[in-house]
């Protein structure tokens, strides 16, 4: 790659369970501060499940401007845009200070879940004798909805209020790849930038899986169960995991090219060494494999001309259920089997499109920092995690450098070496 077209990270945003903002995510990730807890509107209804990993404190009339954009915003988008804005604030790009047609947007998303007090009306008006009767429902209940109300709930209006407010007319697209999503949308930023398609490109991801109504849909069954102390309920790699826990949250990253970034002299806070995809089908026809994240590890790590022993740590996807992280375990150990692992996850759970962007903007923190944070709740290793698992206490990362993985649940891979500054 010539230098010109070298991709670095010079802006952080975070809105998360843990923290508002890189330095709050980061004080958590020292302190071992957890996200997890129970949550009051889980406490309401018959669902059975009570705790996950919620935003706390967090008012969207602080980032989003004009305030009438909150009325077609859902809480995915809120917490996107405000993510972008911290990100642009921490990049040092002040409004009107890059060409608007190099300036670009690439979000992860996903589908964006209604919120029930946005259903109600529509749904009450429908019921009769106890029953919700079908065939009023164009007469009688979408006259109940906001006549705005698809544009809260569109997975692509993320990207697009974030280009709205910041006059980037350049590249903008969305992806929509599960917990993939995020990390999709970074290496998809840093290639337009490669092109020569950009100058500048806000990426990262929002996502929920704590919504009610996507609890609804998605079921509990791959959710762990433990209720007497939620704050330990995701395990990555732990023999005793017994499931995922939900969250929210949503993450971006400022990338830019090397030249325009130190022509401008803005804050060089990690290069973007090499990325790779990969992809292993899951289904009921389907034998479960290691092979598609190996692939991921492999490219990322041809593209970037790193070995092994160059790699500080690996940010893991560790989503705590007993089968994926068996299959992560596997990729990593045969790829990079020395290698210090961390997974964040302990800390928030599942937070859908979003977590691959908040555990990027971890770390890029970590590597400012040279130390790679703890595993939360690592008790017992088990034998079908052969993987160097961080916990107890932090650990220098004396290569200075860190892969970050995601997997989605049905089979897609993504890596992303990052180094340095």
């Given amino acids: 790659m010539e230098s010109g077209r070298e991709v670095v990270v010079t ?5 998360s369970p843990i923290g508002i903002g890189k330095v709050a995510l ?28 919620i935003i706390p404190d967090f008012d969207a009339r602080q980032y989003v401007q004009p305030r009438k954009s909150l009325k077609v915003m859902s809480r995915e988008i809120q917490t996107g845009f405000a993510a972008a804005q911290l990100a642009i604030r921490d990049a040092q790009l002040p409004s009107g200070s890059v060409d608007p047609d190099r300036l ?8 964006l879940y209604c919120e029930l007090d946005d259903l109600q009306p529509a749904y009450t008006a429908c019921i009769h004798d106890g029953r919700f009767q079908y065939p009023d429902w164009g007469t009688k209940g979408l006259g109940q909805l906001y006549p705005l109300w698809m544009l809260k709930y569109l997975p692509n209006m993320v990207a697009c209020h974030i280009g709205i407010a910041n006059d980037a007319r350049g590249p903008n697209n969305t992806i929509l790849q ?4 995020s990390l999709l949308a970074m290496i998809e930023g840093a290639r337009i930038l490669q092109r020569g398609h950009a100058d500048v490109m806000i990426v990262g991801g929002t996502g929920s ?24 309920a995701s395990r990555p790699f732990d023999a005793g995991r017994d499931g995922m826990v939900n969250g929210e949250g949503a993450g971006a990253l400022v990338l830019e090219t090397h030249n325009h970034a130190l022509a401008r002299g803005g804050p060089i806070l990690a290069r973007f060494l090499g990325a790779g995809i990969g992809f ?23 593209e970037a001309k790193s070995a092994p022993d160059q790699v500080g740590f690996v940010k893991a996807h560790g989503v705590s ?37 908040v555990e990027a903007v971890g770390a890029v923190m970590a590597l400012q920092h040279d130390r790679i944070p703890v595993t939360l709740n690592y008790c017992q290793p088990d ?3 052969p993987v160097q698992v961080v916990h107890g206490t932090d650990q220098p990362n004396r290569q200075r450098s860190a892969l970050l993985l995601n997997q989605s649940g049905t089979g897609q891979t993504a890596a992303i070496l990052l180094g340095p500054p």
């Fill in 11 to 15: 802006g952080l945003g975070v809105v």
């Fill in 26 to 53: 980061w004080e958590s990730f020292c302190t071992q501060r957890s996200g997890i807890r129970n949550v009051g509107s889980l406490l309401t209804t018959p669902l059975p499940l009570r705790f996950g990993a």
């Fill in 104 to 111: 670009g947007v690439v979000f992860g998303s996903e589908m």
């Fill in 178 to 181: 599960g917990e993939v999503s």
């Fill in 209 to 232: 899986r704590i919504n009610v109504t996507a609890l609804l849909y998605r079921g509990d069954s791959n959710l762990s169960h433990r209720r007497d102390e939620p704050e330990k």
């Fill in 280 to 302: 292993h089908p899951r289904g009921e026809d389907q034998p479960l494999s290691h092979q598609g994240i190996s692939r991921s590890i492999q490219l990322a790590m041809r």
């Fill in 321 to 357: 259920t007993v089968v994926d992280d068996i299959l992560e375990a596997r990729a990593i150990q045969e790829c990079l089997p020395e290698v210090a692992v961390t997974a964040p996850k302990s800390f928030f759970g599942n937070l859908g499109a979003g977590g691959g962007a």
């Fill in 383 to 385: 034998p079908a995690c």
